[in-house]
């Protein structure tokens, strides 16, 4: 157990070591000129406008909170599914009304009107 | 192998680090960045304390599961609050939100 | 079972480094870091050819013949293009945190990468069997996710920001169905580890699930950010999303890693659906596994090339509303259908009756959720129609 | 043997790094200015606690914890930033006026605690051994749901999501006609 994670640390590792090789490599052997058009904000062409910075909507936060809520789910619903086999028709009563509770969620989201991305 | 001690005596550095970060921040999203680290330093002692008594009780990994849901609907509920609240008063600093002070 | 860190060729090298009076855990972790590097070095290869296959499926899916002049077939191509990216100027934007600017795409790469390390090759080949192999899918994808979030704040760019948002509110969105669509095999095969899954693939679960494979085919393809689902590409809005700031190797890694992370998805298709490499004589002649497996993951990886160069871009209230006005309800009432189905079926696992029950309950189930969708789109329809008289008396 | 503990060494260097990282991450989590690289501070750290949990053998709370930290929560709070800011970069000094307060009871918890810790014997108790058979996610996966065990806080773990997808929602729903 513990020798399978220092293997996927070992190449955790290697895996960002290569990606960073292959940026460093680009940047050595690349030329460097900077100049303040070169260096300004892609805009279509246009001359930036305002701060670079803009307002959100609070629907980004909505999306994020329902999927937090059943990401949640899922750590519960994954030792759920593995034992299902052993457990049998308990479990699975179970589990339904685990989902079924969670769906009220978002059944009670969707009417509110809160689904809507406009 | 590690010492049990070593993995306590880190969750209570983080304890007392995220203490200090609800205790002295200002911004309200700070303090509850301050809170994720206490409630991660309670997590790493759970699963330690599991490991360290008797494996074959699984308990200490169920409570880490359980805190695991409670510190999402913190999150959560605590964030949606401070949007509500800079949506009303325009502001995320917790001094100025002195609405209930009085 | 052997592993790819631990096999007669590894303990042989390994054997090798302690000959030479290496102490033998040092030579163990030096074995197992040659064989990632090893592995590692192939996947970027692979990643080199699925720039050029990628073109050429482009070129015929339009009528052209792709990269044609360098060498044969073009295939020399690609490695121009590397050649150019690496000597292509390195420009920080105004105003770019670089730090961050410059581990995202290192993060999007290793994300991809992260996913080699628990790939079935074939029965004896294969990374590390980890026995919670599908939400270690799951995890490694969130990297994915935040490196996007990374590379969209740190360009200092309001349209990369934009871009990055609504990439990241997608991703998160079909992340639901994915994991609903993954915890099927995992029902089925009543474990995590993707080796077990590919184990109990008695028969393909592409025959006893058919539903969780294509609930599974949409979630992946929008979690890839590919057509369909590519919103961030959207030129004529977005320009091109996290990575308009970005250019030379580290674009290149952007888009490497995308090519890659596609093929990824092709082969965990494969292992979770089309049962991994197993086929005849697969068990006995490792080699025979890989073989079949290399051909699903392609056929996988070109079922999404086939459905990004086929569909049109979907606007984002649209995919917003596909995902948790349908997806999501449907996936968990599939979820709990297939679960209970598979609990009442438990006395037949094995047996012939067991396929054919899961077989037609989905297929049952999948015929009633078109049909409740039939029936809705009806009386839609008929309000649209009943409005439209109006507007004729206009012409 | 002696294999073994040369093995067990390379986890306690695995320790040392990964405790100072988080130490220093969580420290740069509550002083840093700008939020969103706190933030991303925060999710070093919580990779540590992975790394943590990995090395005492719990790999499923070790996924959860990338899983459901860093993919949601983390995001999550990046979200919020994003929509409680007007302008890159915080304004103003980020610790209130009391923060070397703060800071002394920090340190008399951290000190406190430690004090503790030290005079309880369990303390260099060795972890058990485990088998090689032994499967801490079927365990964990059988006890979380049969009737003997946590059945209760299992499904109660789904009232409160549910509580807290309402409550959270609700307050964050700009109705329409505001602002």
């Known amino acids: 157990m513990q020798t399978e994670w220092m293997y996927i640390g070992l190449f955790l590792v290697v895996g960002a070591l290569i990606p960073a090789a292959a940026i460093i490599v680009a940047a050595i052997l690349s030329p460097r000129k900077p100049n303040p058009i070169k260096e300004s904000t892609y805009e279509c062409g246009i001359e930036t406008v305002g701060e670079n910075w803009v307002q959100f909507k609070a629907q980004y936060y909505i999306f994020a909170l329902i999927f937090l809520v059943f990401d949640v789910e899922t750590v519960f619903l994954f030792p759920w599914a593995v034992s299902l086999n052993q457990l049998g028709m308990f479990a699975v009563v179970e589990g339904i009304i685990f989902i079924g509770i969670l769906m009220a969620g978002l059944v009670y989201a969707w009417r509110k009107g809160m689904l809507e991305w406009v | ?102 | 079972m052997d592993s790819f860190f631990s096999n007669p060729v590894t303990d042989w090298l390994s054997g090798v480094f302690t000959g030479w009076g290496m102490n033998p855990d040092a030579a163990h972790v030096l074995t197992a870091f040659i064989a990632i590097l090893l592995l590692i070095t192939v996947v970027m290869v692979l990643d080199i050819f699925l720039v050029w296959t990628e073109r050429k499926i482009v070129a015929r899916f339009q009528d052209r013949i792709g990269p044609n002049r360098l060498g044969p077939f073009g295939l020399i191509q690609p490695f121009a293009d590397i050649i150019k990216l690496i000597i292509k100027e390195n420009i920080y934007p105004k105003g770019v945190d670089k730090i961050v600017y410059n581990l995202a795409p290192v993060i999007m790469m290793m994300s991809v990468l992260l996913l080699w390390a628990v790939f079935p090759l074939s029965p004896i080949l294969f990374g590390v069997d980890l026995n919670v192999g599908v939400l270690y899918l799951i995890g490694v994808g969130s990297l994915g996710t935040l490196s996007i979030i990374m590379a969209g704040w740190s360009s200092n760019n309001k349209y990369a920001l934009l871009g990055a948002f609504r990439q990241v509110a997608v991703m998160i969105s079909y992340e639901i169905p994915m994991v609903v669509a993954l915890l099927i095999p995992t029902i089925l095969s009543g474990s995590m580890g993707i080796n077990d899954i590919v184990w109990a693939q008695d028969v393909w679960y592409i025959v006893l699930v058919p539903l969780g494979f294509i609930l599974f085919l949409i979630s992946a393809t929008a979690e890839l950010g590919r057509a369909p689902f590519d919103l961030t590409e959207a030129e004529s809005e977005l320009i091109a999303g996290h990575h308009i700031e970005y250019s030379g190797m580290k674009f290149g890694l952007f888009y490497a890693s995308e090519l890659l992370h596609t093929f990824t998805f092709g082969g965990f298709i494969a292992a979770f659906f089309f049962g991994g490499w197993r086929g005849p004589g697969a068990e006995t002649y490792p080699i025979l596994g890989l073989f079949y497996f290399l051909i699903k993951a392609t056929i996988g990886y070109w079922l999404f090339g086939w459905i990004k160069y086929t569909l049109p871009r979907i606007r984002i209230d649209k995919m917003m509303d596909l995902n948790w006005k349908f997806l999501v309800p449907f996936s968990f009432a599939l979820l709990v259908f297939v679960a209970l189905t598979n609990a009442l079926l438990a006395d037949f696992v094995g047996s012939w009756i067991y396929w054919v029950g899961m077989l037609l309950s989905n297929l049952l189930f999948g015929w009633v959720t078109m049909e409740i969708l039939r029936r809705r789109a009806r009386g839609e329809r008929e309000k649209v129609e009943g409005v439209q008289p109006v507007a004729e008396g206009g012409h | 043997m002696e294999c073994r503990e040369k093995i067990m060494t390379a986890m306690q260097i695995i320790f040392g790094i990964t405790a100072a990282v988080m130490v220093g991450s969580a420290i740069m989590v509550v002083t840093t200015k700008n939020l969103i690289h706190a933030a991303l501070w925060l999710i070093v750290t919580l990779f540590g606690a992975a790394v943590l949990f990995a090395t005492l053998n719990a790999g499923f709370i070790a996924v959860i914890q990338v899983v459901v930290y860093i993919g949601a929560i983390a995001i999550l709070f990046i979200f919020a930033i994003m929509l409680t800011r007007r302008e890159k970069g915080d304004t103003g000094p980020g610790l209130n006026r009391g923060w070397w307060l703060s800071a002394v009871i920090a340190v008399v918890v951290f000190g406190g605690l430690t004090w503790l810790l030290q005079g309880w014997d369990g303390l260099s108790k060795a972890a058990p051994a485990l088998g090689p058979s032994f499967d801490s996610v079927g365990l964990l996966a059988e006890t979380l749901v049969s009737p003997e065990a946590f059945v209760l806080p299992f499904e109660v773990a789904s009232v409160l999501l549910l509580a807290a997808l309402v409550g959270a929602v609700y307050i964050a729903f700009q109705r329409k006609g505001e602002e």
């Open chain 2, 1 to 102: 192998m590690i010492p049990l001690s070593w993995y306590l005596i880190l969750s209570a550095a983080l304890f007392a680090i995220g203490l200090f970060g609800v205790l002295s921040r200002k911004n309200a999203i700070a303090i509850l960045l301050g809170i994720e680290l206490m409630l991660n330093a309670v997590n790493i002692n759970l699963v330690s304390f599991w490991r360290y008594n008797d494996p074959t009780r699984i308990d200490g990994q169920v409570f880490a599961v359980i805190v695991f849901a409670v510190a999402a609907a913190e999150v959560a509920v605590g964030l949606a609050l401070v949007i509500s609240v800079y949506r009303r008063r325009n502001t995320v600093v917790a001094d100025e939100i002195d609405l209930m002070k009085w």
